[in-house]
């Protein structure tokens, strides 16, 4: 009885085995089946149930037998079907801001950026960063560039830097609500924290501005035109001009029209561009009295002009030319039957 049992139980052993051989190879088969045939599902499929399914929005597959689709990194996403996934609004990564394992970057403070972004873009002046985007500060408000909040803007003679207010610099001024200072016109200046406007800049070492630039006081003297009173300021039309050379030892600086008086900075001198009447040069300034042999002469929109000349001499194209024999009988004789 005893044998017939462990025969009994030997035989039941050897079926279980033998059926475990069977089903193993069928197991097997299946999975070569789905080995050979999960390669035909596209990136952003995944392979389930003997077919290819859609990835879902925020996930991502690439091509071949995948089991399930993965989750975008972080600061990532994706529509439906991607096979990898893009920065989000705010974040960035290199090239072309698409990523499959590897984390998007947040942008840093006072940066931002669009879907996609492979880098970030600093705000600029004036401006805030919210909710990812630049905004620009409310009026009587500043900040730097890459900021993420306004401050009140500097008052006039300040500028503003680092979200404090900071006194402009010796020579220059602002009018305020600046990051900035402007630097003061050539030969001018101011001192720290007192340029409040471009008035402000003063000339220095007693001089006067005159005609946009710093010159010596006019010396309220006029050597040249002793029987016109003196100016103390030039007008638009006049030039400040120094007093010194033909006047020996005196000097000093007095206004003159430099279009119309002969004797004016050096001579006549004609807008830039014109050409002297009796020379094919520009004018760099000329006294006319010198043009030789002249009577009668003057200044005329910076060009001389010769009205007579002397004795023995003929006006020809604005100068004075000998006359000849002939010539000179027959002014003479014009002369004598002017006198009859």
Request: net charge negative.
């Amino acid at each position: 009885m005893r044998f017939a049992s462990i025969a009994l139980l030997g035989a039941s052993l050897f079926t279980a085995v033998a059926a475990s051989s069977a089903i193993e190879p069928l197991l097997e088969s299946r999975e070569s089946l789905m080995a050979r045939t999960s390669g035909n599902c596209n990136d952003g499929q995944y392979w389930s149930n003997g077919q290819c399914h859609t990835c879902p929005a925020g996930k991502y597959s690439t091509q071949g037998y995948k089991p399930s689709c993965k989750t975008c990194p972080t600061g990532s996403t994706s529509t439906a079907g991607s096979g990898s996934c893009t920065c989000q609004p705010g974040y960035f990564a290199a090239g072309g801001g698409t990523v499959t394992t590897n984390a998007c970057s947040v942008c840093s403070a006072g940066y931002i950026s669009g879907s996609g972004a492979s880098e970030c873009t600093e705000c600029s002046a004036n401006t805030k960063v919210s909710n990812n985007q630049c905004v620009a500060c409310s009026p009587g408000y500043i900040s730097d560039p890459g900021s993420t909040s306004c401050s009140p803007a500097c008052p006039a003679g300040q500028y503003y830097q680092n979200s404090m207010c900071y006194y402009c610099p010796d020579d220059t001024y602002s009018l305020g609500g600046t990051t900035s200072c402007t630097t003061c016109p050539v030969s001018t200046g101011c001192q720290s924290g007192q340029g409040t406007s471009a008035a402000e800049c003063k000339c220095k070492n007693g001089q006067v501005f005159i005609a946009g630039a710093c010159a010596p006081e006019p010396s309220g003297a006029n050597y040249r035109r002793s029987t016109q009173t003196a100016l103390d300021r030039c007008s638009p039309l006049e030039t400040l001009c120094p007093i010194s050379s033909g006047i020996g030892s005196q000097s000093g600086m007095e206004c003159l029209n430099v279009m119309t008086q002969l004797d004016s900075c050096g001579g006549c001198v004609a807008p830039e561009g014109d050409l002297d009447y009796d020379s094919d040069v520009a004018y760099t300034g000329r006294d006319c009295t010198l043009i030789p042999n002249v009577d009668e002469v003057w200044c005329e929109k910076g060009g001389c002009v010769v009205g007579s000349c002397q004795h023995g001499y003929s006006l020809v194209n604005n100068t004075c030319v000998r006359q000849t024999k002939a010539q000179s009988k027959k002014h003479a004789a014009r002369g004598h039957l002017s006198s009859l």
